[in-house]
């Protein structure tokens, strides 16, 4: 399985694949971009200037200046801290919603496809049946039950858009179940659970790859609306859609506590969708989702 | 292989389905538009803007009322201007020498406003009502019967005296209806078109948009502080419109498309003193904002470290953040309570004024001490971390909860947020599953305490077998000065046991365009008396 | 498979999931935390007696499966149930505020398709151009931006500086300007991004080579015979774009207090009016469920090779 994965990476990095990429130049916009967010994330603790709850009512509302580079709200603290800050929970976010997505998905779609018949027919009437709700209201539903909070958030929109993720592992799992080297895997006596992981599945890598960069973007762009509606996470977590629903009582006075953290956002979900828009054309040029 | 014959045709009737959706919708929120807004009458017709639509009209169904309420019915008596309680409706009263008979004598041509006489035997059939309808029937228990003395004398004969029982009369909500045409046409349909005795009645409801009322013929009042005693002869017409977004309420208001606005939002009201075109009204809220603490758990059950969280707050700077619109607090009675005693606040004031020292002291004293080093205060191992439910839809709890949480971090005490709507946080505090939660109340009469800290009636997690004796004990008593003492008792003994934190007591601000004249803004409920008012041309 | 055959198959798959979708929305608001008797008691004035009688005129002392299909029984009958906290009709609250959506969707849906078809067609004429990657370029950054902060900018700008609109709230249509922007901003995206590939697509086909050959005037090639063909796919996004909008719409319109669906969603939420809510999200499920099968349906006539593709795998 590693072995594969790695095989996988390997021709990944392949040198005419790699060049492919390098005439992207939007994906290494995008490469770039992502890079910044995660180095931002990374090293938060060293950059910036306050802690990210440090509160300071005396100097609330300041505009953007060299000692606050976007301004305080209405507490007293420090927005770029808190926007920096804030890159590490919309990164963790959008991964954890993509982790989520792929382990729903992903098992649900190798089965369907691998057994096809009633198997196949009662997951695709249950991925059907999740296509139908629109996800934002499903997910507000779900928070709802839940109770508000970041995780509860995270559960949310991954229960509610893991059905791309079935539907294109099990359309490539149709496409290469008869492939000669499954039949042969087949006549050497492999298992079933065996084939699914160690022949199938490295051969969905590909697609979902692109789903994952390509759903990451519209992840955090969910979590951050269910944040700012009040469902999401909770004060005084540096997350960009809380800060902007914290900012909105004070959009014409203090308009920065709002600009900042979208325009996070914004850069965010830009560097994963130029990424993935490049992926897909490197790795998997008629996948259509996303 | 594209179809080309069949396509083109497809196009065309889908763009020609969406043209007529879109018109026939546009016309219909076109006309709905044009019915909102009215002829331009706007020296006739009062425009009040208020926050959110009410859940139904008939007071006695509702579990809240507002500015609609107050215009369509008619309390037998009001608090008056030095909270003291005069007429209304009714002309006079008796109470008996032991507070357990009230006579209320009504003027001979009082009528409802669809013309119904309003006599003693309405009065009693409106009571009766509420006993069995009204989420508030318990109100009421005390009453045990009504008996109509002559057509225009009524006579409550209560079980035991009942001073808190003034505290309802005094409010629209025990105000009478027209129980006769809610009988008629049943309950639901009441809700939607009441029949009351207010200054206005209701001509109209548009879901989601606002009410239009008109002035009421028959209307007459005894209070004696207002001049014109009959309907109001310059507002022909009230509209009130339910604009829930507070930005849009200030920005009618500002285009003068409202003269009224209440429920001004917090963040506006410094922008709003400075307008010249605007008077801005203050009352004081007759309640507290504070923290409800769960008494039973683990370790808020030690006194001392309730008194630490209510020394470590600094009310002062919650006061900054909400710029100014509340009055720090530390008693549990607020300046426009029946029952307020300045004695009590300062004391507590003194007791508990802001002090880091102290708190970290009395943690030391119970045990909490920062052994590890992570800026937490722990004891056997376990750190000191508690929840604080905080309310999405209060804007001032809402604004505190994240100060409040800094605060208490100095003295080493982990807050964790979570925020919910006010009125599930109140659920999960019934259901005592909590530690710290924001509430808040908003009562006149010091009765409404019962509610919260007594062990039966309340059913919250303190019970202290005193207080539940003193509370029952104030609800009787009806001399006021003696009532003062038993709740100033109630909140020293509260003082020393902390099952709530007070924080603020709230500023309630309603803004007024000022070409409205002769308006009063009536305390603690801020109550509109539009009676001898008059709208300026321009 | 004929084409009414494959039509009816497409509409009978639809029922069963919209009956899962009931027991599922039914079964979401039964678990849902909260008593609504205590939510609905917003004073402190109350007794648990009082409670307990509320509890049995509303039917919850019903076990779950009772519950269950007694209400839908009723919302077969189209009777959505009662509002807890307004006590009127819940068809006649959504009702009310239908119009507001609609009007905000199709208002939406219309700069979308405007903005986008026509960006689609400039880029893909001038492929490959300064023009081309400029466009192209922001229609990636155009979905990348998170609709509500849109909103709050064009609110921020339009509303505030300049003051050309109303901040938020309904005063007429030019209320519906502002909100509608944010919301078509994504979809018009995807709609350039279509128009444009599927506009390249067809401008390479033979006949359009025969038309161009033949001298046919420019407008006249683009239009009738390119613009035609490159559009339905873009026509056929219509349906499965709409319950998208409707998520959006929840956002949108609670951040511009228009008194639509969705704020009426939001609202509802926030005050566990369990049946307001139940209401709405089956009438936006349902919706989709029909978007979704009408979206297939019309594909199918359209284009009869998608048939066969589609109801085989994806």
Same mark, same amino acid.
């Given at each position: 399985?590693?072995?594969?994965?790695?095989?996988?990476?390997?021709?990944?990095?392949?040198?005419?694949?790699?060049?492919?990429?390098?005439?992207?130049?939007?994906?290494?916009?995008? %490469?770039?971009?992502?890079?910044?967010?995660?180095?931002?994330?990374?090293?938060?603790?060293?950059?910036?200037?306050?802690?990210?709850?440090?509160?300071?009512?005396?100097?609330?509302? !300041?505009?953007?200046? *060299?000692?606050?580079?976007?301004?305080?709200?209405?507490?007293?603290?420090?927005?770029?801290?808190?926007?920096?800050?804030?890159?590490?929970?919309?990164?963790?976010?959008?991964?954890?919603?993509?982790?989520?997505?792929?382990?729903?998905?992903?098992?649900?779609?190798?089965?369907?496809?691998?057994?096809?018949?009633?198997?196949?027919?009662?997951?695709?009437?249950?991925?059907?049946?999740?296509?139908?709700?629109?996800?934002?209201?499903?997910?507000?539903?779900? @928070?709802?039950?839940?109770?508000?909070?970041?995780?509860?958030?995270?559960?949310?929109?991954?229960?509610?858009?893991?059905?791309?993720?079935?539907? #294109?592992?099990?359309?490539?799992?149709?496409?290469?179940?008869?492939?000669?080297?499954? *039949?042969?895997?087949?006549?050497?006596?492999?298992?079933?659970?065996?084939?699914?992981?160690?022949?199938?599945?490295?051969?969905?890598?590909?697609?979902?790859?692109?789903?994952?960069?390509?759903?990451?973007?519209?992840?955090?762009?969910?979590?951050?609306?269910?944040?700012?509606?009040?469902?999401?996470?909770?004060?005084?977590?540096?997350?960009?859609?809380?800060?902007?629903?914290?900012?909105?009582?004070?959009?014409?006075?203090?308009?920065?506590?709002?600009?900042?953290?979208?325009?996070?956002?914004?850069?965010?979900?830009?560097?994963?969708?130029?990424?993935?828009?490049?992926?897909?054309?490197?790795?998997?040029?008629?996948?259509?989702?996303? | 292989?594209?179809?080309?014959?069949?396509?083109?045709?497809?196009? @065309?009737?889908?763009?020609?389905?969406?043209?007529?959706?879109?018109?026939?919708?546009?016309?219909?929120?076109?006309?709905?538009?044009?019915?909102?807004?009215?002829?331009?009458?706007?020296?006739?017709?009062?425009?009040?803007?208020?926050?959110?639509?009410?859940?139904?009209?008939?007071?006695?169904?509702?579990?809240?009322?507002?500015?609609?309420?107050?215009?369509?019915?008619?309390?037998?008596?009001?608090?008056?201007?030095?909270?003291?309680?005069?007429?209304?409706?009714?002309?006079?009263?008796?109470?008996?020498?032991?507070?357990?008979?009230?006579?209320?004598?009504?003027?001979?041509?009082?009528?409802?406003?669809?013309?119904?006489?309003?006599?003693?035997?309405?009065?009693?059939?409106?009571?009766?009502?509420?006993?069995?309808?009204?989420?508030?029937?318990?109100?009421?228990?005390?009453?045990?019967?009504? =008996?109509?003395?002559?057509?225009?004398?009524?006579? %409550?004969?209560?079980?035991?005296?009942?001073?808190?029982?003034?505290? #309802?009369?005094?409010?629209?909500?025990?105000?009478?209806?027209?129980?006769?045409?809610?009988?008629?046409?049943?309950?639901?349909?009441?809700?939607?078109?009441?029949?009351?005795?207010?200054?206005?009645?209701?001509?109209?409801?548009?879901?989601?948009?606002?009410?239009?009322?008109?002035?009421?013929?028959?209307?007459?009042?005894?209070?004696?502080?207002?001049?014109?005693?009959?309907?109001?002869?310059?507002?022909?017409?009230?509209?009130?419109?339910?604009?829930?977004?507070?930005?849009?309420?200030?920005?009618?208001?500002?285009?003068?498309?409202?003269?009224?606005?209440?429920?001004?939002?917090?963040?506006?009201?410094?922008?709003?003193? =400075?307008?010249?075109?605007?008077?801005?009204?203050?009352?004081?809220?007759?309640?507290?904002?504070?923290?409800?603490?769960? @008494?039973?758990?683990?370790?808020?059950?030690?006194?001392?470290?309730?008194?630490?969280?209510?020394?470590?707050?600094?009310?002062?700077?919650?006061?900054?953040?909400?710029?100014?619109?509340?009055?720090?607090?530390?008693?549990?009675?607020?300046?426009?309570?029946?029952?307020?005693?300045?004695?009590?606040?300062?004391?507590?004031?003194?007791?508990?004024?802001?002090?880091?020292?102290?708190?970290?002291? !009395?943690?030391?004293?119970?045990?909490?001490?920062?052994?590890?080093?992570?800026?937490?205060?722990?004891?056997?191992?376990?750190?000191?971390?508690?929840?604080?439910?905080?309310?999405?839809?209060?804007?001032?709890?809402?604004?505190?909860?994240?100060?409040?949480?800094?605060?208490?971090?100095?003295?080493?005490?982990?807050?964790?947020?979570?925020?919910?709507?006010?009125?599930?946080?109140?659920?999960?505090?019934?259901?005592?599953?909590?530690?710290?939660?924001?509430?808040?109340?908003?009562?006149?009469?010091?009765?409404?305490?019962?509610?919260?800290?007594?062990?039966?009636?309340?059913?919250?997690?303190?019970?202290?077998?005193?207080?539940?004796?003193?509370?029952?004990?104030?609800?009787? #008593?009806?001399?006021?000065?003696?009532?003062?003492?038993?709740?100033?008792?109630?909140? =020293?003994?509260?003082?020393?046991?902390?099952?709530?934190?007070?924080?603020?007591?709230?500023?309630?601000?309603?803004?007024?365009?000022?070409?409205?004249?002769?308006?009063?803004?009536?305390?603690?409920?801020?109550?509109?008396?539009?009676?001898?008012?008059?709208?300026?041309?321009? | 498979?004929? !084409?009414?055959?494959?039509?009816?198959?497409?509409?009978?798959?639809?029922?069963?999931?919209?009956?899962?979708?009931?027991?599922?929305?039914?079964?979401?608001?039964?678990?849902?935390?909260?008593?609504? *008797?205590?939510?609905?008691?917003?004073?402190?004035?109350?007794?648990?007696?009082?409670?307990?009688?509320?509890?049995?005129?509303?039917?919850?002392?019903?076990? @779950?499966?009772?519950?269950?299909?007694?209400?839908?029984?009723?919302?077969?009958?189209?009777?959505?149930?009662?509002?807890?906290?307004?006590?009127?009709?819940?068809?006649?609250?959504?009702?009310?505020?239908?119009?507001?959506?609609?009007?905000?969707?199709?208002?939406?849906?219309?700069?979308?398709?405007?903005?986008?078809?026509?960006?689609?067609?400039?880029?893909?004429?001038?492929?490959?151009?300064?023009?081309?990657?400029?466009?192209?370029?922001?229609?990636?950054?155009?979905?990348?931006?998170?609709?509500?902060?849109?909103?709050?900018?064009?609110?921020?700008?339009?509303?505030?500086?300049?003051?050309?609109?109303?901040?938020?709230?309904?005063?007429?249509?030019?209320?519906?300007?502002?909100?509608? %922007?944010?919301?078509?901003?994504?979809?018009?995206?995807?709609?350039?991004?279509?128009?444009?590939?599927?506009?390249?697509?067809?401008?390479?086909?033979?006949?359009?080579?025969?038309?161009?050959?033949?001298?046919?005037?420019?407008?006249?090639?683009?239009?009738?015979?390119?613009?035609?063909?490159?559009?339905?796919?873009?026509?056929?996004?219509?349906?499965?774009?709409?319950?998208?909008?409707?998520?959006?719409?929840?956002?949108?319109?609670?951040?511009?207090?228009?008194?639509?669906?969705?704020?009426?969603?939001?609202?509802?939420?926030?005050?566990?009016?369990?049946?307001?809510?139940?209401?709405?999200?089956?009438?936006?499920?349902?919706?989709?469920?029909?978007?979704?099968?009408?979206?297939?349906?019309?594909?199918?006539?359209?284009?009869?090779?998608?048939?066969? =593709?589609?109801?085989?795998?994806?």
């Amino acid at each position: 399985m590693i072995r594969l994965i790695s095989e996988r990476i390997k021709l990944l990095s392949n040198n005419e694949t790699f060049k492919l990429f390098l005439t992207y130049k939007r994906g290494i916009i995008g %490469l770039l971009l992502l890079s910044l967010m995660v180095f931002l994330a990374l090293t938060a603790d060293f950059i910036a200037p306050k802690k990210f709850d440090e509160v300071d009512p005396s100097s609330r509302l !300041l505009p953007p200046s *060299i000692k606050y580079l976007f301004g305080t709200d209405h507490l007293g603290r420090d927005v770029f801290s808190r926007v920096i800050y804030g890159a590490r929970i919309a990164l963790w976010v959008g991964l954890l919603v993509v982790l989520v997505e792929a382990g729903i998905g992903v098992p649900l779609g190798l089965l369907a496809g691998f057994y096809g018949g009633r198997v196949d027919k009662f997951i695709s009437a249950i991925t059907d049946l999740i296509w139908a709700f629109p996800p934002i209201v499903l997910a507000l539903a779900i @928070v709802t039950i839940l109770g508000p909070g970041l995780t509860n958030v995270v559960v949310a929109v991954a229960v509610v858009s893991w059905a791309p993720y079935t539907r #294109v592992v099990r359309a490539k799992t149709l496409s290469i179940i008869s492939r000669e080297f499954i *039949i042969a895997a087949r006549a050497i006596g492999e298992s079933s659970f065996s084939i699914m992981l160690r022949y199938i599945l490295p051969n969905t890598l590909p697609p979902i790859i692109v789903l994952a960069t390509l759903t990451i973007p519209s992840a955090i762009l969910y979590t951050t609306a269910l944040s700012f509606l009040g469902f999401g996470a909770q004060p005084p977590t540096p997350d960009w859609g809380l800060m902007l629903s914290e900012g909105r009582d004070y959009i014409f006075k203090a308009p920065w506590c709002c600009v900042f953290p979208g325009l996070f956002i914004t850069l965010t979900a830009l560097s994963f969708n130029l990424l993935g828009d490049a992926l897909r054309e490197v790795l998997d040029p008629k996948l259509r989702y996303g | 292989m594209r179809v080309k014959g069949i396509s083109s045709k497809l196009i @065309v009737a889908i763009v020609i389905l969406i043209v007529i959706v879109a018109s026939v919708s546009a016309y219909f929120i076109y006309t709905s538009q044009r019915a909102q807004l009215g002829a331009p009458q706007l020296e006739r017709t009062l425009i009040i803007a208020i926050p959110e639509e009410p859940e139904g009209l008939d007071i006695q169904q509702v579990t809240w009322a507002n500015e609609v309420h107050g215009l369509i019915y008619q309390p037998l008596v009001i608090l008056g201007p030095n909270m003291s309680i005069v007429p209304d409706l009714a002309v006079s009263w008796e109470v008996s020498e032991d507070g357990t008979v009230i006579i209320f004598h009504l003027s001979k041509d009082a009528k409802f406003s669809n013309g119904d006489p309003l006599t003693a035997e309405v009065i009693k059939k409106s009571i009766e009502r509420y006993k069995t309808i009204s989420p508030y029937a318990e109100d009421f228990a005390d009453v045990e019967r009504i =008996e109509v003395l002559d057509e225009y004398t009524v006579k %409550l004969i209560l079980k035991r005296p009942a001073p808190y029982l003034w505290a #309802v009369l005094v409010t629209v909500y025990g105000a009478p209806v027209n129980a006769n045409v809610a009988e008629k046409v049943g309950d639901a349909e009441f809700n939607r078109n009441p029949v009351g005795s207010g200054p206005y009645k209701l001509v109209e409801w548009v879901r989601g948009s606002h009410v239009v009322l008109e002035r009421n013929e028959y209307y007459k009042t005894n209070i004696p502080f207002v001049k014109n005693k009959g309907p109001n002869p310059y507002i022909d017409k009230v509209i009130i419109r339910f604009i829930p977004e507070d930005l849009t309420r200030i920005a009618e208001l500002e285009a003068g498309r409202v003269h009224i606005v209440r429920g001004v939002p917090l963040t506006e009201v410094k922008r709003l003193k =400075e307008n010249p075109n605007i008077q801005l009204y203050e009352t004081l809220s007759p309640g507290i904002h504070y923290i409800m603490v769960n @008494v039973l758990k683990e370790p808020l059950n030690d006194v001392r470290v309730r008194k630490a969280i209510m020394l470590a707050i600094n009310r002062d700077e919650i006061a900054t953040v909400l710029e100014g619109n509340v009055v720090p607090w530390y008693s549990f009675l607020s300046p426009t309570n029946l029952c307020f005693n300045k004695t009590v606040e300062e004391l507590a004031e003194k007791l508990y004024a802001y002090n880091l020292e102290k708190a970290r002291e !009395l943690l030391k004293e119970a045990g909490w001490v920062d052994t590890d080093g992570d800026g937490i205060v722990d004891k056997n191992g376990v750190p000191l971390k508690l929840t604080l439910l905080s309310a999405v839809d209060d804007p001032a709890l809402k604004k505190a909860a994240p100060l409040i949480q800094a605060h208490l971090a100095k003295v080493g005490i982990a807050i964790e947020i979570k925020e919910y709507t006010y009125d599930y946080v109140r659920s999960l505090t019934r259901e005592w599953n909590f530690e710290l939660a924001l509430r808040r109340f908003s009562w006149a009469d010091p009765d409404i305490l019962i509610y919260l800290v007594h062990s039966e009636y309340g059913n919250y997690t303190y019970s202290n077998p005193e207080v539940d004796r003193l509370l029952e004990l104030g609800r009787g #008593v009806v001399d006021m000065t003696e009532r003062t003492k038993v709740y100033s008792k109630v909140q =020293e003994i509260l003082l020393e046991d902390l099952p709530l934190i007070p924080l603020f007591v709230l500023k309630e601000y309603t803004a007024v365009n000022k070409n409205v004249k002769g308006l009063i803004v009536l305390p603690p409920y801020g109550d509109l008396i539009i009676h001898d008012a008059w709208i300026e041309k321009g | 498979m004929g !084409l009414l055959t494959y039509i009816t198959k497409k509409l009978l798959i639809g029922i069963p999931v919209i009956f899962g979708v009931t027991i599922i929305l039914f079964y979401i608001m039964y678990i849902l935390p909260g008593d609504p *008797i205590q939510l609905l008691l917003s004073g402190e004035r109350v007794t648990p007696e009082r409670v307990e009688e509320l509890r049995r005129a509303w039917g919850l002392d019903q076990p @779950v499966y009772v519950q269950y299909f007694y209400w839908l029984s009723r919302i077969i009958r189209g009777d959505l149930g009662i509002s807890i906290v307004t006590k009127q009709p819940v068809s006649l609250l959504i009702l009310q505020r239908l119009p507001y959506t609609l009007a905000l969707m199709l208002t939406s849906i219309l700069l979308s398709y405007v903005i986008g078809v026509l960006t689609g067609i400039i880029t893909a004429l001038k492929r490959g151009s300064l023009l081309d990657s400029i466009l192209s370029t922001s229609s990636i950054i155009c979905y990348s931006i998170p609709g509500f902060w849109f909103g709050l900018i064009l609110m921020l700008i339009f509303a505030y500086y300049l003051r050309l609109f109303p901040v938020s709230g309904y005063e007429g249509w030019h209320s519906l300007i502002l909100p509608a %922007l944010s919301l078509a901003l994504p979809s018009s995206a995807y709609v350039m991004r279509l128009t444009r590939a599927e506009m390249i697509e067809v401008l390479g086909e033979d006949y359009i080579r025969t038309a161009w050959a033949k001298g046919l005037s420019k407008r006249r090639v683009l239009l009738v015979h390119a613009l035609r063909n490159a559009i339905i796919p873009v026509v056929t996004m219509f349906f499965l774009d709409l319950p998208w909008l409707m998520g959006g719409a929840v956002v949108i319109e609670t951040l511009f207090a228009l008194p639509g669906m969705g704020r009426l969603l939001y609202v509802s939420i926030l005050k566990q009016d369990y049946p307001v809510v139940q209401g709405i999200v089956l009438i936006i499920t349902i919706l989709t469920v029909v978007c979704n099968t009408l979206g297939d349906v019309v594909i199918a006539i359209l284009d009869p090779r998608i048939r066969f =593709e589609r109801g085989r795998s994806v």
